[in-house]
């Protein structure tokens, strides 16, 4: 049974950058699909980038392009989300989820993932 474990959520200045991990254990994260979440207070939630199985292909919602980055290290069984320039609105509950298989694709809706992490929250202010 895969779990998933976020962290590296913080208080960060406007422009300033995290790195998210979302940490798996009880299954290699290779064959799975990874998607990073948030949740800002009083919205829904937001698929924000995912990548892939095996093939590590990624995707980003239009309103991350350019600042956000998602990788893995297999060898650590970890998927990283590197957040560059953080904006205010970026405030929210940043969540990991998995679901099996999916070498070459990934997806932005939550529907699709089946293994979900407890979140980690990313405050900007200043």
């Known amino acids: 049974q895969l779990q998933l474990v976020e962290s590296g959520g913080g208080l960060v200045y406007p422009g300033g950058s995290l790195r998210l991990s979302c940490a798996g254990s009880g299954a290699l994260l290779l064959h799975y699909a990874v998607g990073w979440f948030r949740q800002a207070p009083g919205k829904e939630r937001e698929g924000v980038s995912c990548?892939?199985?095996?093939?590590?292909?990624?995707l980003y919602a239009d309103s991350v392009k350019g600042r956000f980055i998602v990788y893995r290290d297999n060898a650590k069984n970890v998927v990283y989300l590197q957040i560059d320039n953080l904006k205010p609105e970026d405030n929210a509950v940043y969540s990991c989820a998995a679901y099996f298989g999916s070498r070459d694709v990934c997806w932005l809706n939550e529907e699709a993932y089946d293994n979900w992490g407890q979140g980690t929250q990313v405050t900007v202010s200043s």
């Open positions: 990548i892939s199985g095996r093939e590590g292909i990624t």
